[in-house]
């Protein structure tokens, strides 16, 4: 990340051109372009004005899903104003290679962004981090005494960085072993496909 921050100016540059490459289909409030690359709204203003400028993105009218609390939670629909991807922007391809596929976070930046989560015992990685997007999950941790809210914070800042929502599975270490032993189909799923581990005190 460090590196492709200085080739495009700026770290927040690189999550939100991330963020839309990863998801060309998708439309984003500013605001919810703030909260997934934990950006502040002013920076973020700025970078979208730039990105729109080099028509790396455009203005989008869409409805999004809302739920009325005084109206027993009752889900509407409000037309809102925001930003997609330009799929006619010529440098698309050349910019998913650079930014998707060799800006993936290393090995020991995603465990030092997990190390408060608990006593990880496997940490395997795949999916969007080995650009193999079939996968079943992105994430598989093991280990004891895990806190949710550690956790739930942690991934929030590991999609932040990768620019996708991350589908992540998480087992304490006696479940993970009997699953193993019964082989269960999403743990197969994972184990006998593409697959990075980079935490393994189990000898999985």
Known sequence: ??????????????????????????????????????????????????????????????????????NSGKISKKKVEGWILNKDFRFIAPLENLLVESGTLKSEEIIDKLKSVGNLKLLIVAGVFIQDMNSRADILIVGDNLNEVFLEKSMRVLESEVGKELRYVVFETDDFKYRLGIYDKLLRDILDYSHKKIINKIGV
């Open 1 to 70: 990340m460090e590196i492709l921050a200085k080739l495009f100016g700026s770290v927040a540059r690189v999550k939100i051109m991330k963020l839309f490459l990863l998801n060309p289909e998708q439309a984003f409030e500013n605001k919810e372009i703030s909260e997934r690359t934990k950006i502040t709204a002013t920076a973020s203003r700025t970078e979208l004005n730039l990105l729109s400028k080099i028509d790396f993105i455009k203005k989008k009218t869409f409805f999004k899903e809302s739920v009325k609390k005084s």
